[in-house]
């Protein structure tokens, strides 16, 4: 893993090869190997979990901040507000679903 931001791409490329270097490591009777896929395939796991609960929580926020502006928006008469409000709402509710967790 790197020192960046969590990534759901990264943190899935390294569960699959930790798993595939521990498969290795078993079947060729290497401890060491196996125990570094064990490791490399936790690491991924935790990586693509904390991108996803991060998209997530940015859903949270835009569904939140499109809804303030939609109704300020709405009160105001400011179609242009209510609509960008309606509009970043849709995207956090589309943000959240794609990271809900499983």
């Given at each position: 893993m790197s020192s960046q931001e969590p990534s759901k791409v990264s943190g899935q490329f390294h569960s699959v090869k930790g798993t595939a270097v521990e498969t290795i490591g078993d079947m060729a009777g290497l401890q060491s190997w196996s125990q570094s896929g064990k490791e490399e395939h936790a690491k991924g796991e935790g990586e693509y979990n904390a991108a996803q609960a991060k998209g997530y929580a940015e859903g949270v926020s835009d569904r939140v901040t499109g809804y303030k502006d939609?109704?300020?928006?709405?009160?105001?008469?400011?179609?242009?507000?209510?609509?960008?409000?309606?509009?970043?709402?849709?995207?956090?509710?589309?943000?959240?679903?794609?990271?809900?967790?499983?």
């Open positions: 939609s109704v300020v928006g709405a009160v105001t008469g400011d179609k242009e507000q209510q609509a960008t409000g309606n509009i970043k709402n849709e995207k956090g509710q589309t943000q959240q679903e794609i990271n809900k967790p499983t």
